[in-house]
């Protein structure tokens, strides 16, 4: 028996150090990945490490990572020990085409193929590059590129009697569309576009760089336009509302004058257009590129070669799921119907007299006078 448990013990012991030389043979290196996922059905990229119950694009991948072999299984636990880092965090049910995460893995051989082997078929690695070891996805991004899926009948006039799928959307109002848009580039203060930011908190100053809506197309018998925006960063639920409050200025329900009112210091009332649409286009390097694109070592972060996979991507898996969505549970007929709700005129001195009126009469009644100002 003692010669049993010896055998037993030194096979144990062969067998972690025939490991430990198979890692030595393949050392971790700091590499992006070029990800693409169709997001409904996720609550968003960002693990939440110890909570199941919300299923994320992070569980899916790390789970891969962990399986394919190329982490070990403790850094699937704890993502610091890996250096990972998303490029940008997308919101619950959002879309990417072209996101991209950094982190230190071992380069086994066929490795996009072995990733994507336990991967389901609507989240796809597409590329893989070598960076420096410092490299950080988030702190090294100069711009992203999210586009915004809708369908045009958002746009009719609301005292026109519309047909959701008849609807056509007319030279003239495309190009209001665009002068809306266009409106936002530049640097502004984009506090009301997000919660919990007031209007002197330096961080709600926000760049962008582009922004227009493209000639519409027809899908399954219903007419859909994609609206382009280039940003340096966006704040939660910043592009959404950007486009809910362009809608609501050419439906009727809101002044032209509230986006610059909105960019002000009084607090606008700005709708949030559904998430259903929202896609993560593209992740911008150019410093970065710059200086290491072309130094020999590292190749610059650019995905000419994966274009095609891109494109198919969204074909197969992220216009479809949008189109049939818009179909079957109509987020953005049912979300129309809420733009009446909104308060567009109240002005910073009525709104300053209601908080005044509110807060005496939640004194006599003993109150804490807090107001909601959840998103």
């Known amino acids: 028996e003692e010669n049993g448990h010896q055998n037993k013990k030194l096979k144990s012991d062969a067998d972690e150090e025939d490991a430990e030389d198979q890692n030595k043979k393949t050392p971790k290196r700091k590499i992006v990945l070029l990800m693409a996922y169709s997001g409904k059905g996720y609550h968003g990229m960002q693990r939440n490490v110890g909570s199941s119950q919300f299923k994320t694009i992070e569980d899916d991948l790390v789970c891969a990572l962990v399986q394919s072999g190329c982490i070990p299984e403790n850094h699937g636990e704890d993502m610091k020990k890996m250096s990972f880092q998303r490029c940008a965090r997308t919101d619950k049910g959002v879309s990417a085409a072209g996101q991209i995460v950094s982190l230190k893995v071992r380069l086994i051989d066929d490795i996009l193929e072995k990733i994507n082997n336990h991967l389901p078929s609507h989240i796809r690695i597409l590329g893989l590059k070598r960076v420096t070891g410092g490299f950080n996805s988030k702190n090294k991004c100069d711009a992203r590129t999210y586009s915004y899926m809708l369908p045009t009948f958002a746009f009719a006039h609301k005292d026109h009697d519309v047909q959701e799928e008849l609807y056509r959307l007319d030279r003239e109002t495309l190009e209001r569309v665009n002068q809306l848009l266009a409106c936002y580039k530049g640097t502004h203060n984009f506090h009301n576009f997000t919660s919990q930011k007031g209007p002197r908190d330096p961080s709600a100053k926000r760049y962008i760089m582009e922004m227009y809506c493209g000639e519409p197309f027809v899908r399954e ?27 609501a200025v050419v439906k009727g329900y809101a002044a032209e004058s509230i986006m610059e009112r909105s960019w002000g210091e009084e607090k606008v009332d700005v709708p949030k257009a559904p998430g259903l649409g929202l896609v993560l286009e593209r992740v911008h390097f150019e410093k970065y590129n710059r200086r290491f694109g072309n130094d020999g070592l590292h190749e610059p972060l650019e995905w000419t070669e994966e274009e095609e996979k891109i494109a198919v ?16 549970e109509k987020s953005m007929a049912n979300w129309l119907k809420t733009l009446p709700i909104h308060d567009f005129n109240s002005s910073a001195v009525e709104m300053q007299t209601n908080n005044k009126n509110s ?15 959840s998103d």
């Open 313 to 328: 991507f969204k074909e197969q898996y992220i216009y479809p799921t949008i189109i049939n969505t818009e179909r079957e």
């Open 359 to 373: 807060k005496k009469s939640s004194d006599l009644e003993g109150s804490d006078g807090c107001g909601d100002d």
């Open 221 to 247: 018998n219903m007419e859909f336009a994609v609206i382009q925006v280039k940003g340096q960063s966006f704040m939660m639920h910043q592009i959404r509302k950007m486009i809910g409050l362009v809608i």
